[in-house]
């Protein structure tokens, strides 16, 4: 019988492609593998996880808010029916190994499987770990972590540095290629802007600033994902200033790009949130990057990964509260026209690459999977 691998993660990009990536590593190792991804109906798995080519099935599980409220009752509701969904849908299966990536759905489904007596492992994509991985450490067969710094928080002895999985095709991207996909010119450079898998508000008004700054003067070219909630609010307020985005050739402005990397082959500077997979991404491509931390992520973790990329000299990073067109504008040419800095960030970002993270996970997951 060929073995069956269960994958739980979701709700953003930054727990789903990991996952895909792990999925990938599998089926290269286990050719005949059968792999099942559990997500929610809610999360960008539905989209991501089918594109890739992955069967997926969703359970009823939902995060909690920080304060407590009808909405955190509406949670304990939900956490109930995930567990027994997850129960159910690990004792139908019947897997193999089972892994988690992060994201609330991971927690029961983790859970179960551990208890039940099936192999299984976490990955923490991040410097600071969540809650729910903090819980899951005692139950999992192993713990896979990005950072070296994230090792004291977990048991020693089933805790393993391998780095953040990151798709192979995301530094396959051909530079001039991808400039001739997006009408681009090979001598000026380029600038990629994106705030996540979401979208962020707050980048997107910085970045229509400089749209309105450079819209007459190509002294850099534009790359700007707004996320797809986000699309037609940044067109509208762009049109109102009288701007046309498709009568801009040095500035492309899109919802989402799956290709991610076409974008980051085009880029000579990333500006970015600082989730760990997009900072695995960059080191994988060696781009560097100006961060701005997600203020509300959970523990701070995304302040703690830019730290970490600043303080190996490949990120400079702007907190959200000090963002603004002019100052972000500013920002960008102190780096973009100096060569030897960008230079400089750029080797300084590729030495922090771990592009085996895979295959060290693939050492540990033969060894349970008999």
């Known amino acids: 019988m060929p073995p069956k691998f269960i994958l739980a993660g979701g709700g953003t990009g930054g727990h789903i492609y990991p996952a895909i990536a792990i999925a990938q590593g599998i089926k290269e190792t286990f050719p005949d593998a059968d792999i099942l991804f559990i997500g929610t109906n809610r999360g960008l ?10 069967p997926l099935k969703t359970i009823r599980v939902k995060g909690f808010r920080r304060k407590l409220s009808l909405d955190t009752l509406i949670s304990i509701k939900e956490l109930v029916h995930g567990a027994f969904d997850s129960f159910s849908l690990i004792k139908k299966e019947k897997p193999d190994m089972v892994i988690g990536t992060g994201g609330y759905v991971a927690g029961p489904v983790l859970f179960f499987a551990s208890i039940m007596g099936i192999p299984s492992a976490i990955h923490e994509q991040n410097v600071t770990p969540g809650v729910t991985n903090k819980i899951l450490a005692r139950f999992v067969d192993r713990i896979f972590v990005s950072f070296s710094d994230s090792m004291k928080f977990f048991p020693k002895g089933k805790t393993f540095l391998v780095g953040n999985p990151v798709r192979k095709e995301i530094s396959s991207g051909n530079r001039l290629s991808a400039l001739k996909k997006f009408g681009l010119s090979p001598d000026i450079p380029v600038v990629l802007c994106f705030g996540g898998s979401q979208g962020a508000a707050r980048i997107n008004d910085a970045i229509c600033k400089i749209i309105e700054a ?59 949130r600082a989730g760990a997979l997009t900072i695995s991404e960059l080191s994988a491509c060696g781009k560097p990057a100006i961060l701005i931390p997600l203020p509300t992520a959970a523990n701070h973790h995304q302040d703690y990964n830019a730290k970490y990329m600043e303080e190996n000299g490949a990120a400079v990073v702007m907190h959200e509260d000090k963002l603004s067109g002019e100052t972000l504008l500013r920002t960008i040419e102190n780096i973009i026209f100096d060569k030897s800095r960008l230079h400089k960030m750029s080797m300084a970002s590729k030495n922090l690459a771990r592009e085996d993270a895979v295959e060290k996970m693939l050492v540990e997951i033969r060894k349970l999977v008999k």
Do not use: C
């Open 45 to 54: 798995e539905k989209e991501l996880v089918k594109k890739a080519g992955f």
């Open 214 to 272: 450079i819209k007459d003067n190509a002294r850099f070219q534009l790359i700007h994902i707004t996320g797809k909630n986000h699309y037609d609010k940044i067109k509208s307020t762009l049109e109102n200033k009288g701007i046309t985005l498709d009568r801009l050739g040095h500035i492309i402005v899109r919802p989402y790009i799956y290709e991610m990397q076409d974008s980051y082959a085009a880029a000579d500077l990333v500006i970015s």
